[in-house]
């Protein structure tokens, strides 16, 4: 689902991917894209990204009044695939 820029696609947009092969092993996260010869897993490129998600936020002044506003993108790991003690 890349995000878009005036209804069109963005010619670039970052998601995260993990390395197992960085100085001595272990593993690192980067954000960006693909980093040729480093990529272990971009788990999915931008599909990682999930579903649109819903966020609710207080209207300032408003009494309790709420507004729900889709601006945010949602995907849940089963598990973290690169823990700091990793490296």
Do not use: E, K
Request: glycine share 14%.
């Amino acid at each position: 689902m890349p995000p878009t820029d005036d209804h069109q696609a963005a010619n670039f947009y970052p998601f995260f991917s993990i390395t197992g092969s960085h100085r001595g092993g272990g593993c690192q996260w980067f954000i960006g894209n693909d980093v040729p010869g480093l990529t272990a897993s971009d788990f999915g490129g931008l599909s990682q990204y999930g579903t649109l998600y819903p966020q609710t936020y207080l209207i300032f002044g408003g009494h309790g009044t709420t507004h729900t506003v889709i601006n945010d993108f949602h995907q849940n790991l089963a598990s973290n695939p690169c823990p700091a003690g990793s490296r």
